[in-house]
């Protein structure tokens, strides 16, 4: 393993280097971190601890104000999740002879790779951790997965559907690690092509079983059925299009250009062969492709969102996501649509995906949701929908009066369907905290060096809300929002400031687009 660790001491300088700027000027720029410890003091007490990672709950505290942005609003629930969240994350860092991986069950899985690593979140992790401010963990935990197997891929790297260069890509628009990234591009690459040999139809589209998607029981297949699902095929068109940009960065332009083509020729397919006209959404189609839509509406039907795939034409899907009928439930969103004849049929709790409420889907359906509100003209959304079902997100991370993350959970009552089993507990399978940064408060990251801020807030819900102390393109961004200036005494309406200097306001919330 000398490739490696030699790798990881280039990387951790490179890191080191890349950060300066920000630690430069540290600490946040509004709010106080001591007035969140409390939120951390709670967890610390409300529970036995389970398992120790690399930072136990003694210096979570000391760990989360060195590492994660501050947060601050008027609704308390939003707050304690956030930093719950952070907190859950923070225990799912485990530290190995070859440095730091991010688990997804603290408790060991028989199925799991070396170090209990498992694939099928590796996507969401990223995601979330883009924001730590120190990224060395995320750094690790992908080396490790692409390199820890004596130079090559862990053995169980491909036995879950990956978005993960797509994740990687995203990641560099927040932390503009170049050289990470273009490092990478070989292990992405040869990923891609694992996945063209082994999952490709002749059509060209992808196949893929649930168990594969992370989805072991769902209304459109089953466990071992080979299907076309809108998963495997935004995950692999999302891929494509990071694959393409990396390569331009690399100054690739035949790679980048092969990889744009195959996007758009995935593109073309999805909405040609799994837009199903009649429902009005991305459907699932039987026989890997060849046979008939599987005739219900899914969660997964909102994935081409989450790729800035689908387009204006397909935005009717959205409609789903706010219906009683559909997807909207009193705990969440359902994983297939309530009117279903067949929902929730499967019994319980072996890990049906039958309309019960899967955060790993919530996440991937509120990233899109977001995505399709940033674009022009969400004519079928508003951002009062994203409000509610973030909120429901909220008020699902309970269980028994305490905050709590597990794996599915009742969409009528909030019941945790493994609430009672230690597997399930601070399960980590979803982002939250990267849709309050990216979401609600509305910075959207970019790979070109414009600062652009969208919060996607109600004008008349919270009078004000604050996210500071956030790492980004080198800099330090604060986002304020105080509708008359009394709370935060900063000035009035929504402030962007850069290093602690105002860059760029707007008298309500709208989108504020800041040049260098």
């Known amino acids: 393993m000398g490739y490696l660790k030699t790798g990881l001491g280039v990387m ?10 920000a630690r430069k000027t540290t600490g946040p720029a509004v709010l106080k971190a001591e007035d969140y410890r409390h939120h951390v003091a709670y967890f610390n007490r409300m529970e036995g601890e389970n398992k120790v990672n690399a930072i136990p709950n003694a210096q979570s505290w000391e760990w989360m104000k060195a590492n994660v942005p501050l947060f601050d609003c008027p609704q308390d629930n939003f707050r304690e999740i956030y930093y719950y969240r952070w907190w859950t994350y923070r225990k799912h860092i485990h530290n190995t002879p070859q440095g730091f991986v991010i688990t997804e069950f603290l408790v060991d899985r028989n199925y799991a790779d070396k170090y209990n690593m498992i694939s099928c979140a590796l996507g969401h992790h990223i995601y979330e951790g883009r924001w730590l401010h120190d990224q060395r963990y995320l750094n690790d935990n992908v080396h490790i997965w692409y390199r820890g197997n004596n130079g090559g891929r862990m053995k169980k790297l491909l036995n879950f559907s990956s978005w993960t260069a797509d994740a990687l890509y995203n990641r560099y628009k927040v932390t503009q690690d170049k050289a990470f990234l273009l490092d990478m591009l070989p292990d992405l690459d040869s990923e891609y092509k694992a996945w063209e040999k082994d999952r490709r139809t002749e059509s060209g589209l992808f196949w893929q079983t649930d168990v594969k998607d992370g989805m072991e029981e769902s209304l459109s ?68 492709g060849n046979g008939p839509f599987a005739g219900v509406r899914e969660a997964i039907g909102f994935i081409p969102w989450y790729f800035e795939l689908a387009e204006e034409k397909h935005d009717a899907a959205w409609k789903q996501a706010a219906d009683p009928t559909g997807f909207n439930a009193p705990f969440g969103l359902t994983t297939a649509e309530r009117r279903h004849p067949e929902f929730r049929t499967h019994g319980c709790c072996q890990c049906e995906w039958d309309g019960a409420v899967w955060p790993f889907a919530t996440a991937q359906t509120l990233t899109g949701l977001a995505n399709r509100l940033n674009a022009p003209k969400p004519a079928q959304v508003a951002d009062t929908t994203y409000f509610g079902l973030l909120e429901k997100y909220v008020e699902s ?73 956030v790492h980004y393109h080198g800099k330090r961004l604060t986002i304020i929002w105080d509708r008359d200036g009394s709370h935060y005494q900063k000035g009035k309406g929504l402030q962007v400031l850069v290093n602690g200097k105002k860059a760029g306001s707007a008298e309500t919330i709208s989108r504020i687009l800041i040049n260098p």
């Open 12 to 21: 951790f300088a490179a890191v080191a280097a890349l950060t300066g700027c």
């Open 221 to 288: 297949g089953g466990r071992r059925e080979q299907n076309a699902r809108p998963t495997i095929n935004s995950y692999m068109y999302g891929n494509a299009k990071a694959l393409s940009a990396v390569a331009s960065l690399k100054g690739d332009q035949a790679m980048s250009n092969l990889y744009q083509s195959k996007a758009d020729t995935l593109k073309r397919l999805v909405d040609s062969k799994l837009w199903n006209a009649d429902s009005a959404f991305f459907e699932t189609v039987k026989k890997r």
């Open 397 to 469: 991370q309970y269980y028994r009066g305490k905050p709590y993350i597990g794996e599915y959970l009742d969409e009528k009552t909030g019941y945790w369907l493994k609430g009672d089993q230690e597997r399930s507990r601070y399960y980590n399978h979803s982002t939250f905290n990267d849709l309050i940064i990216t979401g609600l408060v509305g910075l959207r990251p970019r790979a070109d060096e414009v600062i652009e801020v969208n919060p996607l807030l109600p004008q008349d819900k919270w009078d004000w809300f604050c996210l500071d102390d």
